[in-house]
């Protein structure tokens, strides 16, 4: 866990991908190298983008997936982190309680 905070810090965190790689460092023990492609990938930018504050900023507004300040309408919270597993096809714990407590 602790690794994978100092990865995803030192990528930005959520002003980037840095949280997005860390949820596939936990949830699907991947190397940091695949977990930065697979991340690109599903995203459609360049490795090298990842960490780029404004072409992130832009896709993560476009494909809704939050923002540290997101604008009025945006998703935030439970929200972004449902756009989130759905994009990179993972299982988040607050996600699965939130679909079974709502029988979604």
Known sequence: MVI??????????????????????????????????????????KISELTDPVVMGEVREELNLGKIQPDTGKAMGIEAKFNIAKLLDIEINSVEKFKNKANL
């Open 4 to 45: 994978s905070h100092s990865i995803a810090s030192g990528m930005g965190g959520v002003r980037t991908a840095g949280d997005l790689v860390a949820r596939l460092l936990m949830s699907r023990n991947m190397r940091i190298d695949e977990a930065k492609k697979y991340v690109a990938d599903k995203l459609d930018v």
